[in-house]
């Protein structure tokens, strides 16, 4: 399956955004999907994770509170709205899908597929 990011942009700080991560040429069943970030000069981070069929979501406690992923079973897209933006969440999103338990989710290891990225820049 092929993974499409999209919905970046520039956003003042305490503003909101919505990413997208479609999916093509299969579904996302049996899939763990999670959304990373790269920010200008640092590793890849772990924003949240959720299971395609449901029933755990782990976020970042950076963003605990403020995201919120969520999925179209039938537009094949899982989203990530964003508010209460802050500078610091400047990054390139990233969406992937993996197969791993639960105490993986974390790990960039746990995804072995990624989508190119949707560039989110939000000013002060």
């Known amino acids: 399956v092929q993974l499409q990011a999209s919905g970046g942009g520039l956003v003042q700080a305490g503003g909101s955004l919505k990413l997208s991560c479609a999916a093509s040429?299969?579904?996302?069943?049996?899939?763990?999907i999670g959304w990373f970030r790269q920010a200008p000069g640092k590793e890849r981070e772990f924003v949240v994770a959720?299971?395609?069929?449901?029933?755990?979501?782990v976020y970042a406690d950076s963003v605990k509170g403020r995201f919120t992923i969520s999925k179209d079973r039938i537009k094949r897209t899982v989203y990530l709205q964003m508010n209460s933006l802050k500078p610091e969440d400047t990054a390139v999103y990233y969406c992937?899908?993996?197969?791993?338990?639960?105490?993986?989710?974390?790990?960039?290891?746990?995804?072995?597929?990624w989508g190119q990225g949707t560039l989110v820049t939000v000013s002060s």
């Open positions: 040429g299969g579904t996302f069943n049996n899939y763990v």
């Open positions: 959720d299971r395609w069929s449901g029933g755990s979501t």
């Open positions: 992937a899908t993996g197969r791993g338990i639960l105490s993986t989710w974390r790990q960039l290891a746990a995804y072995d597929n």
